[in-house]
């Protein structure tokens, strides 16, 4: 194998590829970033692990064809480490190779190819959709938050994405909170698959990174029972599912309210910040709120000291003291764009729910500290 490219784009693709290297694996290969050179003039690199695979292809000069699989943290280090110039790859057997840029030469040992892990083209029963490349990112980070973080509850530390009536919905919760994002998409047939929260928020890495991407860059998704994957342009992304049975999300929204408030999402976020600062001392980090009229005020009490401040608010219904686990609130703050949110109650003692002022963008739930 004999290659050239410029060493931005090969450092590009290396960011992205190394997301997928295996750091457990006993399969000396696994620990390896494969790389493919084609005579259509494309370079194919490759990583895996049992969890996710990556697969880039990258443009660049081909005047020999091959395979090899070098060390993933030799091999970007490499490349990292020397200047902006012209790199040529070049391999005097399976398990050698030689790079050099304008001023350096590396000679590394490569690993063995045929140990190395292969995609599997999703079958003709898998469910494909198609949707916007950031659009999808944005659904990440509006529910993976919410995803449990401790190993041991197994499927909630995933987001479930459920797909039916011509909708697509991720959800995710801990227990205390839930977070549900939903977009229109064509209609297929009910679909529902569970995804690491952690691999998920991978993959909205990678998206951010993928060169030159825009708003109408196009993401399309295969889903099968076993597996996701996440086709961009020259990009692959397969993603291992849960198994098991999700949590009815649904029955666990409240369905009505007998107050609601519509404000400033900023403002609020802004404010609980400033009552995290004292809350923190408390084990539930708790804040209170007591609204009454058109104003929320918010307190929070710790040992060096407490807070009071006030908020206007449109309120219909009731007034209310109710109190949460400021982090909780202040997570789901940060995932909202919206200058405005609705924030609807029942009771004392009962969940929150926020929704945007318009259209069903998203759906929360936090559930109150007891005061």
């Given at each position: 194998?004999?290659?050239?490219?410029?060493?931005?784009?090969?450092?590009?693709a290396?960011?992205?590829?190394?997301?997928?290297?295996?750091?457990?694996?006993?399969?000396?290969?696994?620990?390896?970033?494969?790389?493919?050179a084609s005579?259509?003039?494309?370079?194919?690199?490759?990583?895996s692990?049992?969890d996710?695979?990556?697969?880039?292809t990258?443009?660049?000069?081909?005047?020999?064809?091959?395979?090899?699989v070098l060390?993933?943290?030799l091999?970007?280090?490499?490349?990292r480490?020397v200047?902006?110039?012209?790199?040529?790859?070049?391999?005097?057997?399976?398990?050698h190779?030689?790079?050099?840029?304008?001023?350096s030469?590396?000679?590394?040992?490569g690993?063995?190819?045929?140990?190395?892990?292969?995609?599997?083209?999703?079958?003709?029963?898998?469910?494909?959709?198609?949707?916007?490349?950031l659009?999808?990112?944005?659904?990440?980070?509006?529910?993976?938050?919410?995803?449990?973080?401790d190993?041991s509850?197994?499927?909630?530390?995933?987001?479930?994405?459920?797909?039916?009536?011509?909708e697509?919905?991720?959800?995710?919760?801990?227990?205390?909170?839930?977070a549900?994002?939903?977009?229109?998409?064509?209609?297929?047939n009910?679909?529902?698959?569970?995804i690491?929260?952690?691999?998920?928020?991978?993959l909205?890495?990678?998206?951010a990174?993928?060169?030159?991407?825009?708003?109408?860059?196009?993401?399309?998704?295969?889903?099968?029972n076993?597996?996701?994957?996440?086709?961009f342009?020259?990009?692959?992304?397969?993603?291992?599912?849960?198994?098991?049975?999700?949590?009815?999300?649904?029955?666990?929204?409240?369905?009505?309210?007998?107050?609601?408030?519509?404000?400033?999402?900023?403002?609020l976020?802004?404010?609980?910040?400033?009552?995290?600062?004292?809350?923190?001392?408390?084990?539930?980090?708790l804040?209170?709120?007591d609204?009454?009229?058109?104003?929320?005020?918010?307190?929070?009490?710790?040992?060096?000291g407490?807070?009071?401040?006030e908020?206007?608010?449109?309120?219909?219904?009731?007034?209310?003291?109710?109190?949460?686990?400021?982090?909780?609130?202040?997570?789901?703050?940060?995932?909202?764009?919206?200058?405005?949110?609705?924030?609807?109650?029942?009771?004392g003692?009962?969940?929150c729910?926020?929704t945007?002022?318009?259209g069903?963008?998203?759906?929360?739930?936090?559930?109150?500290?007891?005061?």
């Amino acid at each position: 194998m004999r290659i050239s490219c410029l060493r931005q784009d090969l450092a590009g693709a290396l960011n992205i590829v190394s997301k997928a290297v295996s750091t457990r694996s006993t399969i000396p290969a696994m620990k390896g970033i494969l790389m493919e050179a084609s005579s259509d003039g494309k370079v194919l690199l490759a990583s895996s692990d049992s969890d996710i695979s990556i697969q880039y292809t990258l443009e660049a000069d081909v005047e020999e064809t091959g395979i090899i699989v070098l060390p993933a943290k030799l091999f970007s280090d490499i490349i990292r480490s020397v200047p902006e110039s012209q790199i040529t790859i070049t391999t005097r057997d399976e398990l050698h190779a030689v790079i050099r840029s304008v001023n350096s030469e590396f000679n590394i040992v490569g690993l063995d190819a045929d140990d190395f892990p292969r995609f599997e083209t999703p079958g003709n029963n898998a469910q494909h959709i198609q949707l916007p490349a950031l659009l999808f990112k944005d659904m990440i980070a509006q529910t993976s938050f919410a995803a449990s973080t401790d190993d041991s509850r197994g499927i909630i530390t995933g987001v479930l994405i459920d797909i039916h009536d011509q909708e697509m919905h991720l959800a995710a919760l801990d227990g205390y909170r839930m977070a549900i994002a939903n977009h229109s998409v064509p209609e297929i047939n009910p679909y529902s698959i569970v995804i690491s929260a952690k691999l998920l928020n991978d993959l909205s890495k990678i998206i951010a990174e993928i060169k030159d991407i825009k708003n109408n860059t196009m993401l399309n998704i295969e889903l099968e029972n076993k597996k996701a994957v996440f086709m961009f342009p020259g990009l692959m992304v397969e993603l291992k599912l849960f198994n098991g049975q999700f949590v009815d999300y649904r029955a666990i929204m409240p369905k009505d309210s007998t107050i609601t408030l519509k404000v400033s999402r900023s403002a609020l976020l802004q404010s609980i910040s400033r009552a995290s600062l004292l809350a923190r001392d408390d084990k539930n980090n708790l804040i209170r709120m007591d609204i009454q009229d058109q104003i929320m005020s918010i307190s929070a009490r710790g040992e060096e000291g407490n807070l009071h401040e006030e908020l206007v608010v449109e309120k219909n219904g009731e007034d209310l003291e109710i109190g949460f686990n400021a982090q909780y609130l202040m997570d789901m703050l940060k995932s909202i764009k919206d200058d405005d949110i609705i924030m609807k109650f029942r009771s004392g003692i009962d969940p929150c729910v926020v929704t945007p002022v318009k259209g069903n963008a998203y759906e929360y739930l936090v559930l109150p500290v007891r005061l």
